[in-house]
């Protein structure tokens, strides 16, 4: 089967509502939207979707973006979700992305606790209040509260 030359995804970015897009099926494009060297994980292994994000998103650090609970996790950065059809990454369906926008539609502040990720959805200014009192998305500090009991 031929590679697509455009897909249909949606786009997740720290502290924003997520937006669906068209996106050139390059590499380089999907590097783009990332920001860097692009991951593939599958939290939904019985949909053939996937999450494409940075690679290097929780050591650079980048901003805190979305808590996947389905694999107690947390993605760092902008990420996409993208159909799968074989090897080859393909358009998201209209249900997929009606399922994916809604999902992650509001942006949240992630709380990383000894034994859970609490996640709470909130609105982008929110977000970005929160974000300037942790003094985060500038590369000093990353939220992770197993560091820092006090808080």
Not at 41 to 70: A, T
Not at 72 to 94: A, I, K, Q, R, W
Not at 111 to 140: H, K, T, V
């Amino acid at each position: 089967m031929s590679k697509p030359a455009k897909l249909r995804v949606v786009i997740v970015e720290p502290g924003r509502y997520a937006r669906k897009a068209t996106i050139e099926n390059t590499l380089e494009a999907e590097q783009a939207v990332v920001g860097g060297m692009i991951d593939v994980i599958r939290p939904w292994p019985k949909e053939n979707v996937c999450l494409v994000l940075n690679d290097e998103g929780k050591v650079i650090p980048l901003q805190p973006n979305r808590g996947l609970s389905e694999i107690d996790d947390v993605v760092y950065g902008t990420f996409f979700l993208c159909g799968e059809d074989g090897e080859n990454f393909c358009s998201l369906t209209n249900e997929q992305v009606e399922r994916y926008l809604a999902r992650f539609r509001e942006p949240e502040i992630i709380c990383d606790m000894p034994d859970a990720i609490i996640c709470f959805p909130c609105s982008p200014q929110r977000y970005r209040r929160y974000m300037e009192g942790l003094n985060i998305g500038n590369g000093l500090e990353r939220p992770d509260h197993r560091d820092n009991p006090s808080r």
